[in-house]
C-alpha cells in the first residue's frame, strides 16, 4: 500500500519556499505521492448570506497542475494526483495536454483523479454548464483517453469534436490512469465501476462503507471486470488528539484492500510548512512507510 500526503491546501498559502520544503519533505521521509484538490474561483460570500458551503472567495488555492508541475523540479521520485479535479469544469483536450506534461514531468508517476463537483458559480465563470457535468465527465475520460494513447484523434461526439488533431508530448503512461473520487449515488458508483482505474472515496472503513465496495465489485463484475483492477485511494485525517490510532486506522485501510492512502493533516490548526512537515514526521515515527 502507497502512502501518501495530501497537499495542505490554504494551509501554506502563498509560501513559495514552505510549498518546495514540504515537497522536499514528504520526499526524504518516504512518502509516495503528494495529491492535491481543486477549485478554481471562489463565491464573493458579501452578497451571498445564505451561502452554507465550505470554501469561498477567500480560500487559497494552489491550481494543482502548476503546483505538481513546479514540485516536479523540486524532487526526483514523488509521484502526484489529483483529488479531485473537477473535470467538467475545465476544457477536455487542455486537461489531457497538461496531465500529459505532468506525466512527463515526474517521470510517469501521476494519476488524474476527477470529479463532478458542487459549485454552480465555479462552473458559471468558467463557462461551463453545470447540469451536464456527470454525463459529460464520462466522454471526457474517453477524449482524454484517446489524446493520451494517439498521435492523432479523430472524434465526434455529443460535446466533443476533435478533427484530426492530437497532443505532444504524449505522456509516458498511456493512458494515464484516471481515478474518480466520490460515490455517493449509485450513477456515480456504477461510472466507477465501469470506467475508473481507481476510486477516492470520503469514508473511512467501516461496515457500512465495506459494503459499498462490495457494490462497486459486484458492479464491476457485471461489467465484465476484474475488481482488483480497480484501486483504492483512502483519506486518513491526522488529528493530534487521536494519533494513538493512526497505526490502526492505516491498517484499517490496508485490511479494506486500499492500494494507496493519502494522509490529510488539516483542519488541526497547523499554520504554516513547517508545522506540517513535523505533523509528516510525526506519522512516520507511528507507521512505517
Request: glycine share 10%; charged share 20%.
Amino acid at each position: 500500500m502507497d502512502i501518501g500526503i495530501v497537499f495542505p491546501q490554504m494551509e501554506i498559502n502563498s509560501d513559495r519556499g514552505g510549498v518546495k520544503a514540504f515537497g522536499q519533505a514528504a520526499e526524504s521521509l518516504g512518502y509516495t505521492h503528494i495529491s492535491s484538490f481543486d477549485h478554481v474561483v471562489g463565491a464573493n460570500l458579501e452578497n451571498r448570506p445564505d451561502w452554507k458551503m465550505q470554501y469561498s472567495v477567500a480560500s487559497e488555492f494552489h491550481e494543482p497542475f502548476v503546483l505538481f508541475g513546479f514540485l516536479a523540479g523540486a524532487t526526483e521520485n514523488l509521484g502526484f494526483s489529483t483529488s479531485v479535479l473537477i473535470l467538467p469544469q475545465r476544457q477536455t483536450a487542455l486537461v489531457a495536454k497538461q496531465a500529459a506534461t505532468v506525466d512527463v514531468l515526474c517521470g510517469g508517476r501521476f494519476r488524474l483523479g476527477i470529479g463532478t463537483g458542487w459549485n454552480e458559480v465555479e462552473y458559471e465563470s468558467l463557462n461551463e454548464d453545470f447540469k451536464s457535468r456527470g454525463k459529460r465527465s464520462e466522454e471526457q475520460i474517453e477524449v482524454m483517453r484517446a489524446l493520451w494513447s494517439n498521435q492523432t484523434v479523430d472524434y465526434k461526439g455529443e460535446w466533443h469534436s476533435i478533427p484530426d488533431a492530437g497532443i505532444t508530448p504524449l505522456p509516458i503512461q498511456q493512458p494515464i490512469p484516471v481515478w474518480i473520487g466520490g460515490g455517493a449515488t449509485n450513477v456515480v458508483l456504477r461510472r466507477i465501476a465501469r470506467i475508473a482505474d481507481g476510486w477516492m472515496p470520503q469514508w473511512q472503513p467501516n461496515d457500512e462503507s465495506l459494503a459499498e465496495l462490495e457494490r462497486v465489485h459486484g458492479m464491476a463484475k457485471e461489467f465484465g471486470r476484474d475488481p482488483s483492477g480497480i484501486g483504492l485511494d483512502g483519506r486518513l485525517p491526522l488529528l493530534g488528539e487521536n494519533s494513538d490510532s493512526w497505526a490502526e486506522r492505516a491498517q484499517a485501510w490496508e485490511a479494506a484492500g486500499a492500494t494507496h492512502i493519502s494522509i490529510l493533516t488539516m483542519n488541526d490548526g497547523l499554520r504554516g510548512a513547517d508545522a506540517h512537515i513535523r505533523r509528516l514526521e510525526e506519522f512516520r515515527s507511528a507507521v512505517p512507510v
